[in-house]
């Protein structure tokens, strides 16, 4: 009897995984409707900030509803403060090696992703607040969604190789308007693996720098 109540919630908060993530979607996606419509306007700063300001609501109210559901909050730190610091580290100087290896040779200061153009034809103030979105915001929020609650709670379920899948797919459906190649689907992957490693050994600060790190160089590789 006992067994069958663990089973019982241990289902229930894999289904409330996948729910999350279904409201995330809807959201990202009416937040692509949105800038896909409106990018050609006359005012392209407005729906740019808009489309951000989406995206990063979209990843709160999975995170509120994930929160609610379980009354569960991520580790920012598993071990000490030190550590998760030099864990973090260690994260950033392997993916600036990934960069050296093949995608700033790669990118030469192009690319195809039309967001990142967007946010750098940006006035200096909008810019600015763009930034702030995409480099600090946007990666706290979405390691705390897909580090700290989906791959968390997908190890109750199934072993960390496969939590690890699923968030990947998860991530690279909800990434998809980024990837544009091979390359970009390759480092994307490596990426999330990185993250996820970071987070286990070190809690979410340790992959949340990390993340911004990515996200600041990518506009800086594109920006040259």
Same mark, same amino acid.
């Given at each position: ?18 729910? !999350? ?7 990202? #996606? %009416?937040? @692509? =409707?949105?800038?896909? $419509? &409106? ?69 030469? !200061? ?7 153009? #967007? %946010?750098? @034809? =940006?006035?200096?103030? $909008? &810019? ?78 340790? #992959? ?17």
């Amino acid at each position: 009897m006992q067994i069958e109540k663990e089973n019982s919630r241990t289902v229930i908060r894999v289904a409330g995984v996948f729910i !999350g993530f279904f409201i995330l979607i809807i959201s990202l #996606s %009416l937040g @692509n =409707l949105i800038f896909s $419509k &409106f990018y050609n306007s006359a005012q392209k700063d407005i729906p740019i900030l808009f489309y951000e300001l989406i995206v990063l609501s979209a990843t709160m109210i999975s995170i509120f509803y994930m929160v609610w559901k379980y009354k569960f909050i991520p580790k920012f730190i598993k071990r000490s403060f030190k550590e998760s610091i030099m864990i973090s580290g260690a994260g950033i100087v392997i993916i600036w090696f990934l960069w050296l290896f093949f995608l700033t040779n790669y990118y030469q !200061g192009k690319s195809s992703s039309l967001f990142v153009q #967007s %946010l750098l @034809n =940006l006035p200096t103030k $909008k &810019f600015i607040i763009g930034s702030i979105l995409t480099i600090i915001l946007g990666p706290m929020l979405e390691e705390i969604l897909d580090r700290g609650f989906f791959f968390e709670l997908m190890k109750i379920r199934w072993n960390t190789t496969i939590s690890l899948v699923i968030t990947l797919l998860f991530s690279l459906i909800t990434h998809v308007g980024t990837i544009h190649n091979n390359v970009d689907f390759i480092f994307h992957i490596l990426n999330v693996i990185i993250f996820s490693v970071l987070y286990m050994k070190g809690g979410l600060l340790a #992959s949340i720098l990390p993340h911004m790190f990515v996200n600041l160089y990518s506009v800086y590789i594109i920006s040259r």
